[in-house]
């Protein structure tokens, strides 16, 4: 049935004041939340047709490879479709991938007006949706809500901007900052919601990474179990390939795929029992850091397969090296309120001896998870 929306997590008060721009914006925003993680590499995108000051149809890009928010939004129609306002929080696509250009599609409804809450990094589109658009005459308007629908899909543009994936840390540590007792024990410092947070992050992102330290301390899996989600590619740093044949990172390949990071040189001998289990391994040149590879080199590879997101679970030497370089976008740090007094450090030495020069963060919020306090911030740039 057609309906009149408005935010209902704001007061009436300020519904008021907010333009119907904004409001039908933001119900965009929020259809398109519901893809998160279902539909990557691809944005995640929402829809909303009003007529007459009703929503008429709306809709979002359910899964990878399937119908974008627009056509869902289309075919959710309940009344005739000329005239309409549409709102759609990313430049509807102008290109045929896996499927057909949405610009086509929303031309040929003859709309009276396109609203676009960011335009599309994607060199393929940039543009070319919203040329198409007012070629057919169609008034168009862009930049409602353009922040919050630019850090909705935070992952896609670092991806399109930087050729590299966004990469994510998260690490859970004690009070006083340790990751693991001094004999290398981690298990478990943060509490069982805080796991099953870890796991619902794994499920946000196309691979987790870890070092080969994390992988003899811990024995991880890496895949997601706790949750309902899909399994990301793990991704091992061994660069001399250290790795026992056995560790679980490296079983299930059915369920999820392991690429083992290796440099050059590292014993063919190992590689040739590694191929036999179907274990793919990617050549890093080497670097002078806490993981002896050029991580920016990494990035730009995983970049080149498609992945255009990153979760690093550690060790510290990992965490270390990714902050060092300047490759973090994003943090969540996991604090349980425990003491270990020695122990291994969450973050080693980042070679800075002024406090001006400390890595600045950008704290989104705080919040508890069982006993513990989960930070999640973004790395300020160009701080």
């Known amino acids: 049935m057609p309906y009149k929306i408005k935010n209902p997590t704001l007061p009436d008060s300020v519904n008021e004041t907010m333009t119907d721009d904004i409001i039908y914006m933001k119900r965009a ?53 000329d005239g309409t306002d549409i709102y ?30 960011v335009l599309d990094p994607n060199p393929l589109v940039a543009g070319q949706g919203l040329a198409a658009l007012k070629a057919a005459g169609i008034k168009t308007e862009v930049g409602i809500l353009e922040a919050e629908c630019r850090r909705l899909n935070e992952k896609f543009f670092t991806f399109m901007e930087r050729k590299r994936p966004f990469v994510t840390i998260k690490f ?38 870890v070092g080969i330290g994390t992988v003899y301390h811990d024995d991880p899996e890496l895949t ?27 079983s299930n390949q059915h369920l999820a795929r392991t690429i083992l990071i290796a440099s050059p040189d590292s014993l063919h001998s190992k590689r040739e029992i590694l191929n036999k ?24 590879e995983l970049g080149s397969r498609g992945i255009s997101s990153v979760l690093v679970e550690g060790g510290s030497g990992m965490i270390t090296s990714f902050l060092k370089s300047g490759l973090v976008d994003r943090l ?19 070679g800075i001896d002024k406090i001006e020069n400390a890595v600045s963060l950008d704290i989104d919020n705080v919040r508890r998870s069982g006993g513990d306090i989960i930070v999640n911030a973004r790395v300020r740039k160009n701080s």
């Open 29 to 81: 925003l929020v259809l398109a939340r519901k893809g998160e993680g279902k539909v990557s590499p691809n944005p995640m995108v929402g829809a909303v047709i009003v007529k007459n000051g009703k929503v008429i149809g709306e809709g979002y890009h359910k899964l990878y490879g399937g119908n974008h928010a627009e056509v869902n939004a289309i075919s959710s129609s309940t009344e005739p479709l």
């Open 88 to 117: 759609i929080s990313l430049e509807p696509c102008s290109h045929y991938g896996k499927t057909p250009p949405c610009v086509e599609r929303i031309i040929a409804i003859k709309p009276a007006r396109v609203i676009i809450g």
């Open 172 to 209: 859970a540590q004690t009070i006083d900052g340790r990751i693991a007792s001094a004999g290398g024990e981690s298990k478990w410092i943060s509490s069982y919601a805080s796991r099953r947070f870890a796991h619902r992050l794994r499920s946000l992102h196309d691979g987790v990474l």
């Open 224 to 250: 997601v179990r706790l949750v309902q989600g899909r399994n990301p590619l793990r991704l091992v740093v061994d660069p001399h390939l250290r790795i026992d044949a056995s560790a679980q990172v490296l």
């Open 277 to 300: 289990q179907g274990i793919e391994i990617l050549d890093i040149q080497k670097e002078i850091n806490e993981m002896g590879l050029d991580l920016k080199q990494l990035l730009f």
């Open 332 to 350: 969540f740090i996991v604090t349980a309120p425990r003491i270990l007094g020695h122990g291994i450090e969450s973050i080693g030495n980042l």
